[in-house]
């Protein structure tokens, strides 16, 4: 991913672009029969990596949050020098298991805008891990929650005062002081200890072996704790939330304002964006995402709906409504369309891994930024060109406004988003690579492929090292299907690592290793 570097690599020669690669099917979580009816409630609406790569969490629409915990590397243990002498691979695809689930967030009303708050959850960022447990932020419309979720021993309570197969009389000995009867007349009377039922007799010569209880650890279990709530700071929909690199704040950010947290203060946070006039009627565009910078954390960037990336400094102001760079494509000459602006619209940024680049979805395309060229996108990825002669449709039942999300591969080298008929594609951002594969959230991945011609890099009018690739204006897919706008695939997640990738189709979770 070199398109805003300079002539020092041109004269060592182009670097030979990576093979494209074989996705295959490692498993499913939650797939649906034949048939089967999928409940709103359970459909993913965001899904996280954390850092290692060890952990996986989604969240639904029903508010519950799902953890998945990696085991292949847990059954292959050791070090290198043990893994080799079994031989074993090391690049071996991930595997993960079920871990545990809780409810985050339930549904509310707020009374005094006579509004209901859906329990759906809108994102999910892990944190920085410590003492074995795991912390992470999940939040809905309003509210942002800061989750521990932690091994404790559940302690089991054994050998009580006495061994029933040994006291005499039907009834249990009585294990509080005293006890009430009742009489007819209302009165009440306290009867002796050991006196619990009526047909248990306390033996004449006491209880010999009456013993203390005592307490035995049980098995471990994962018990998960709301360590803070974050809430009444956004008048409109939360639709980001990021960690900070400082490991200590967070941004949260909704249409027309960012906020910034600390993680341990949950009843004060700072507006450090405000776009929001003094006339709403002057409003001409929202914050649609915003994400902190992977290792600067003074930098962070967001998108609006307008298609631009603002990337701002907190150290030159305490209310950054000024931004250092600006990076937006301008529009082509008599391109302009009602839809232009909506499909405009940013539906999600990602910084790389590095911090070199960032990655934008808006509804038609990917496009790959380079931090040190605001001028346009260093690359720009065709995904729904087949869907242009149908933008009167798609606004008709409101597919237009869906929101796509993208990611990037840990080493930069590919990118990846989602599309209709639970179709996702992934290409590849270096130089010279053509990589545009397009594969279905199924257990046969390469089932419906569109066959995509590789086409050769062009420049974007005055851009240097700006290319297109990936478009398909077939609107069908290999087996001549028309595309289903009911089932589209809005979710994914690239392992921070390694080359796979998770995708949420509906309710069920697919995981592909390359």
């Known amino acids: ?125 892990w944190c920085q891990s410590a003492n074995g447990a795991l912390f992470l932020l999940s939040t809905n ?116 304002r960012v906020n910034l947290w600390n993680l341990g203060i ?24 915003a994400e902190f910078h992977p290792t600067h954390c003074n930098t962070l960037a967001y998108s609006s709906s307008k298609g631009s990336i603002r990337l701002i400094d907190m150290r030159q102001s305490a209310l950054c409504d000024s931004h250092c760079k600006l990076f937006e494509q301008p529009e082509g000459p008599g391109t302009r369309s009602f839809f232009t602006e909506i499909i405009a619209s940013i539906s999600d940024i990602k910084f790389s891994k590095d911090g070199r680049h960032i990655l934008s979805r808006d509804y038609m395309t990917l496009k790959l930024w380079d931090m040190n060229m605001d001028s346009g996108p260093v690359a720009t990825f065709q995904v729904h060109e087949h869907l242009r002669p149908k933008l009167c449709d798609l606004y008709e039942n409101d597919s237009i406004f869906d929101k796509f999300e993208c990611c990037l591969s840990g080493d930069g080298l590919r990118v990846a988003t989602g599309s209709y008929s639970n179709l996702f594609r992934v290409f590849g951002c270096s130089e010279g690579s053509t990589e545009a594969t397009t594969l279905e959230a199924s257990k046969n991945p390469m089932r419906r492929q569109v066959q995509t011609p590789s086409r050769p890099a062009r420049s974007l009018g005055n851009l240097s090292r700006g290319f297109r690739r990936g478009a398909d204006n077939s609107g069908v897919d290999s087996n001549g299907n028309a595309y289903d706008f009911s089932t589209k695939l809005l979710h994914l997640a690239w392992h921070p690592t390694e080359n796979s990738l998770a995708c949420a189709a509906s309710n069920s979770l697919y995981m592909y290793y390359a």
């Not at 915990?69 to 690049?91: K, V």
């Not at 009526?198 to 072996?209: C, K, L, R, V």
């Not at 405000?274 to 995402?289: A, G, H, R, W, Y």
């Open 266 to 289: 949950s009843n004060q946070s700072f507006n450090i964006v405000d776009v929001k006039p003094t006339n709403m009627e002057d409003l001409t565009e929202v914050i649609t995402s």
């Open 1 to 125: 991913m070199n398109g805003g570097k300079g002539g020092e690599e041109a004269a060592a020669g182009p670097a030979e672009a990576p093979q494209t690669l074989k996705w295959k099917f490692s498993q499913v979580f939650g797939e649906r029969t034949v048939g089967e009816e999928v409940q709103e409630v359970d459909i993913i609406s965001a899904i996280e990596f954390d850092r290692t790569g060890d952990h996986l969490a989604t969240g639904d629409r029903g508010g519950r949050v799902v953890l998945f915990e990696r085991t292949d590397t847990r059954d292959h243990g050791g070090n290198r020098r043990d893994l080799e002498r079994m031989d074993y691979s090391i690049s071996r695809h991930p595997e993960f298991r079920y871990k545990t689930e809780f409810q985050s967030h339930e549904p509310e009303f707020d009374y005094l805008k006579s509004l209901e708050i859906e329990e759906k959850i809108n994102k999910i960022r």
């Open 141 to 256: 419309d309003k509210t942002i929650k800061f989750w521990k979720v932690q091994e404790k021993k559940v302690k089991k309570i054994c050998d009580m005062n006495v061994d029933p197969m040994k006291s005499s009389g039907n009834g249990p000995i009585a294990d509080s002081s005293t006890s009430t009867l009742s009489k007819p007349n209302g009165e009440y009377t306290e009867k002796p200890i050991g006196h619990s039922s009526a047909d248990f007799e306390f033996p004449s010569g006491g209880i010999p072996f009456l013993r203390l209880p005592t307490v035995t650890s049980h098995e471990m279990s994962l018990v998960p704790r709301c360590r803070r709530i974050y809430a009444h700071a956004h008048d409109y929909h939360i639709n980001s939330i990021s960690n900070n690199s400082d490991g200590e704040t967070f941004i949260s950010a909704d249409d027309l």
